[in-house]
């Protein structure tokens, strides 16, 4: 698995299409390369690392596993069985129209000649919105690098998904973790701060008694 990173800006988190192994450790084997992303971006991007504020910066994992289950040639089919729908109510509409006396078109006509065109010009919304997602999804798979599987014509939403998904989840796993270790930071300095604010409240000092012969003069006038 191959995962790019590159800090965007305060707060942001990008990326790219940089080669780096998520496994890769460093030379003392003390924290992989990822957990180490996660642990400079929190603490030098993040102002609310280690608080409830804290959002999470990537795509959460649940949402990536939906994308991956999506096909797109499940959603041209369902564009095309309402494409067939519409035409076949158009054309009940035109009948009924067609055998009916004039004063009892209205308000059916009316109504039904709104609603189709209507229906028409959402279609066509929704078929133009598909193709353009499909292109964008595309080019975003040729950005990564990322390639089609075997037996595939082009990348698959579960291909590229699926790759996101597995990455997300690692992610967010070491996310938690050093949310929690800042936490528990900013906590011990919290204890050490309150202590030594105490020690120095309790602390009193005695005035100085003077001593000496010009001391014991003055006592004796």
């Not at 996101?164 to 938690?176: I, P, R, V």
Request: glycine share 4%.
């Amino acid at each position: 698995m191959v995962w790019g990173f590159a800090a965007a800006g305060p707060g942001q988190l990008t990326i790219t299409e940089s080669t780096m192994h998520s496994t890769l450790y460093q030379k003392d084997n003390t924290r992989s390369l990822l957990s180490y992303i996660v642990a400079y971006h929190l603490r030098h991007f993040d102002e609310d690392a280690g608080r409830e504020t804290c959002v999470y910066p990537l795509p959460e994992p649940h949402d990536l596993f939906q994308a991956s289950q999506m096909k797109f040639e499940d959603f041209t089919k369902d564009l095309l069985k309402l494409r067939k729908d519409l035409r076949a109510c158009t054309a009940e509409v035109e009948k009924v129209c067609s055998v009916s006396s004039e004063e009892h078109l209205q308000p059916f006509k009316d109504k039904m000649e709104a609603f189709v065109s209507r229906a028409k010009q959402e279609l066509e919304a929704q078929e133009s919105q598909l193709k353009e997602t499909h292109q964008t999804f595309l080019e975003l798979s040729v950005f990564f690098s990322v390639k089609p599987k075997s037996g595939e014509k082009e990348v698959s939403p579960n291909t590229f998904f699926s790759l996101w998904h597995e990455f997300s989840t690692d992610f967010k796993d070491l996310w938690k973790k050093e949310n929690k270790l800042i936490l528990q930071e900013r906590l011990k300095a919290a204890e050490e701060c309150f202590r030594q604010a105490k020690e120095k409240a309790s602390y009193s000092v005695k005035p100085k008694h003077a001593s000496g012969i010009k001391a014991k003069l003055g006592m004796k006038i």
